[in-house]
């Protein structure tokens, strides 16, 4: 139709511009706000991380103290929203419970759902990185029937998200430095990646000048999916069904060249990275590392490396450039620090959050930002007449 270009699956169509995060998908190259996600990965915080995203420089100490404070002190949720927790059913999925929580925060928050007012805007960017680890935790302990620990402001922003996801009110939390250490890593890896699935959604959302909170919680969802971070999930779950099935990894691999069998191999491709995804060389190490020090069986960990060296080496990966992603790891480092598999997602969630926040303000912020509005190739039915009887 006219000028119109199709183009599904959005693979060459930018859809705004942005000064947030680099992405050289040949190169392996992952930048945000112009630092190397090895080096962000390896020496900052997941604090400094959502600072650097929201704020577009890295804070200083006051500054990230005085952050910290804010954050932590924005994450009690309203006493009504237990309510909302117990009218899902017994084991629903972390991510739905999720979505709905978020969307909820925008109701116990109307009084600043401003897309303008930066007052407003701020005091909404403190509440929803305060509250969201206690949402993602009660979603989480819902499922499970357990009961809610309140957050404490004198433990960090991980510290207190395993808390109230693991602890419980009998007794003292006992927090493992070491896991709190590689989940702080992970976070930061997850912090940001331009315009994915998820951050599109936010930012279409909120092109409608929808609130953050509506926004967000779009993204949530988005997220859920299994080729995007719903994928985390999937690939503890190909790995467990090729253990309990007692499959070898070189006829699953196999199954998936079929096309006719509609399996993927989960965790690997990836729109933009066509030679590596650096955040999987990163996770790599600590999986191993992780793996390890956890003494978890490492079956599943066996199978992933089997999986990776043969398609690795196998044409059908390497004429269509399939690498392993992000995804493919975190699966396997989750299980092992004791998540169940539903809760992943969730956890990918939390990590993406400062992304979503950074990406929907800079949006707001940009002069002369228009509604998202794509257009369609019409290929239905010409005019015809309603069958008069
Ligand atoms: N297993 C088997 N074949 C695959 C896979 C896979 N995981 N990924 C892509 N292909 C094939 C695909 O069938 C196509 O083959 P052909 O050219 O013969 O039709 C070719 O490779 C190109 O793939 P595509 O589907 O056109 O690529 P895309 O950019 O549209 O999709 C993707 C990217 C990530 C959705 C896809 O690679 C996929 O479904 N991967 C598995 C799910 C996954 O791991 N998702 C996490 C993505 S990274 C983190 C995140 O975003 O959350």
């Known amino acids: ?43 900052a915080t997941f604090g400094e991380v959502a600072y650097l995203l929201i704020y577009g420089e890295l804070p200083t100490e006051q500054e990230m103290s005085t952050f910290q404070d804010k954050v932590l002190g924005a994450a009690m949720l309203d006493e009504r929203m237990r309510d909302l927790f117990r009218c899902f059913p017994r084991k629903s999925h972390p991510m739905s419970v999720l979505a709905s929580g978020v969307n909820a925060l925008a109701a116990f928050n109307s009084g600043h759902l401003s897309v303008t007012d930066e007052e407003q805007i701020e005091t909404a960017t403190i509440r929803l990185l305060g509250q969201f680890p206690t949402l993602a935790a009660y979603a989480y302990k819902s499922s499970l029937g357990e009961p809610f620990l309140y957050p404490k402001k004198n433990m960090g922003y991980v510290a207190n998200f395993l808390r109230l996801s693991f602890g419980s009110p009998l007794e003292e939390y006992e927090l493992d430095e070491a896991v709190a250490r590689a989940f702080d890593t992970l976070f930061v890896l997850h912090a940001d990646h331009e315009q994915n699935c998820s951050t599109s959604t936010v930012r279409l959302v909120g092109s409608a000048e929808a609130n953050i909170y509506a926004s967000v919680a779009a993204g949530v969802n988005a997220l859920s999916g299994p080729l995007h971070g719903g994928a985390n999930q999937a690939v503890l779950e190909m790995l467990g069904q090729i253990r309990d099935q007692g499959l070898d990894a070189k ?133 015809r007449d309603y069958p008069v009887k």
């Open 1 to 43: 139709t006219g000028n119109t270009t199709l183009d599904p699956g959005y693979t060459n169509t930018a859809s705004c511009v942005s000064k947030i995060t680099f992405i050289d998908g040949d190169k392996g190259i992952l930048r945000y706000r112009g630092y190397p996600i090895e080096q962000l990965a390896e020496h």
């Open 251 to 383: 006829s699953f691999v196999s199954k998936v060249k079929d096309k006719e069998s509609g399996v993927k191999l989960m965790g690997f491709g990836h729109r933009v990275y066509k030679n590596f995804d650096p955040r999987a060389v990163i996770i790599k190490k600590h999986a191993d590392e992780i793996l390890t020090s956890t003494g978890k069986d490492n079956a599943l960990l066996e199978i992933a490396k089997d999986l990776e060296e043969i398609a690795l080496n196998d044409e059908y990966f390497k004429e269509r450039k399939l690498y392993p992603n992000v995804d493919f790891y975190t699966g396997l480092i989750y299980e092992a620090m004791g998540f169940p598999s539903s809760y992943f997602t969730a956890l990918f969630a939390l990590g993406r959050l400062p992304g979503w926040i950074a990406q929907w303000r800079e949006q707001m912020a940009e002069p002369g930002r228009k509604i998202g509005r794509p257009r369609q190739v019409y290929i239905g039915e010409t005019e």
